[in-house]
């Protein structure tokens, strides 16, 4: 016999497991346009590298290649967040969108590797300006419990096609060639983003009135808990930066691992953290950020570490896991960001955070490329050093 639901009936299945894994509106859409263009991307984004060297790039250029990534990184941050305060969320995921593009056409139509820089001031508009954006929709969509788990899913849907997609690009340029393969890899994202583009037509959200405080006024609403954050997320930062774009080249130059099996790695890599990202963000969310951290910042410093210990493809596979694992509490540390924020000042107050992070790193992947030259090992064991101090930084000044 059917009967009427009332008030008191439990919610249905549905409900509850958009409940527990915080899949607000607004929040899948803005998850799901990184997931759309981050599958695009990552088709090629690993291998730039190697697709410099192959334009005629030196590895110290390739270094620079690095810091000019860092650099746009730091000073698109603020800007991002302002425009995401001043135009509103949606508005402002339209214009990254569309500068992104832009960038993709000059990487795929440059003759040269000095039309690669072009294109990346273009191309980092979606990756570091819609940053702020992103944190400001979670922060804006979800309460204090549930934020944690928000930026899982968020970084879920980011990681998921990182997976899947070196692989299907590192397939793509053993068979087509460097150059081919990554022009072939560019042509598939523009047909994403143009996906992409009718995916944030869904986010409607509103955010508090736009207050015209200042980039100072910014700083000075920062609590010293976000101050000393900061501060220690600088060191793992430049031991992350020091290496990232020598990886590929280490694994495949110096220990001879094809550019399909680095692809597995990175496939490898990404798979263990999205293993550990639900169960981790929940605990967050219960017992607090602050053991996940520690834990993430730990990984950071052994994974440059572990890459020059191992000898063979069995050690790069714990190396990779490692590196999987410095993600164990990345949504707990961008949720204690937002959670510090001020409301009206929220994608500002990241946007600020990210810019400061970004220039104080700046100068870290030329210096890795620089002591590449020293020894192809010293570059790695100099970004374990820095992680090792951003480590005990952390855990002696940070309290939640």
């Known amino acids: 016999m059917n009967r009427k639901k009332t008030l008191n009936d439990p919610p249905g299945r549905r409900a509850r497991i958009a409940n527990y894994l915080s899949l607000e509106r607004n929040v899948v859409a803005a998850s799901g346009a990184v997931f759309l263009l981050g599958f695009g991307e990552e088709l090629w984004k690993k291998f730039l590298p190697k697709y410099l060297q192959a334009l005629g790039a030196s590895i110290p250029v390739i270094g620079l290649f690095g810091t000019a990534e860092d650099f746009f990184d730091a000073i698109y941050q603020y800007p991002g967040g302002w425009i995401a305060d001043r135009f509103g969320r949606r508005r402002a995921f339209f214009i990254f969108l569309s500068l992104a593009c832009i960038g993709y056409l000059v990487y795929l139509l440059g003759p040269s590797w000095p039309f690669t820089f072009v294109g990346l001031a273009f191309v980092m508009a979606w990756q570091s300006m819609a940053s702020p954006a992103i944190f400001a929709v979670i922060g804006d969509a979800l309460p204090t419990e549930k934020r944690a788990m928000g930026f899982s899913i968020q970084s879920i849907l980011k990681r998921v096609p990182i997976v899947i997609a070196p692989v299907i690009g590192g397939i793509i340029i053993a068979s087509r060639g460097i150059v081919t393969g990554v022009h072939l890899g560019l042509i598939i994202t523009l047909a994403i983003a143009a996906m992409t583009?009718?995916?944030?037509?869904?986010?409607?959200?509103?955010?508090?009135?736009?207050?015209?405080?200042?980039?100072?006024?910014?700083?000075?609403?920062f609590q010293s808990e976000l101050k000393r954050l900061l501060i220690s997320d600088i060191f793992i930062r430049t031991c992350e930066g020091m290496t990232d774009v020598l990886v590929i080249l280490y694994v495949t130059n110096v220990l001879h691992v094809s550019v399909a099996r680095f692809g597995t790695l990175l496939a490898i890599l990404f798979l263990t953290t999205i293993l550990i990202y639900l169960p981790a963000a929940k605990a967050a969310d219960r017992v607090g950020r602050r053991p996940f951290i520690i834990a993430t910042f730990c990984a950071f410093a052994l994974y440059?570490?572990?890459?020059i210990l191992a000898h063979n493809f069995a050690g790069l596979v714990i190396a990779f896991i490692i590196g999987g694992l410095r993600e164990i509490g990345e949504p707990a540390r961008k949720a204690m960001i937002v959670d510090f924020a001020q409301s009206q000042l929220r994608a500002r107050s990241v946007g600020l955070y990210y810019l400061l992070r970004s220039l104080a790193i700046t100068p870290a992947a030329a210096i890795g490329g620089l002591l590449w030259k020293v020894t192809p090992q010293t570059p790695f064991v100099m970004a374990g050093a820095f992680g090792v101090a951003g480590v005990f930084i952390f855990v002696a000044t940070v309290r939640e």
Not at 200 to 218: D, M, P, W
Not at 304 to 307: A, F, T
């Open 197 to 221: 583009f009718l995916l944030i037509r869904l986010i409607n959200i509103t955010s508090e009135a736009h207050h015209s405080t200042n980039i100072f006024g910014v700083w000075d609403s």
């Open 304 to 307: 440059p570490l572990s890459i």
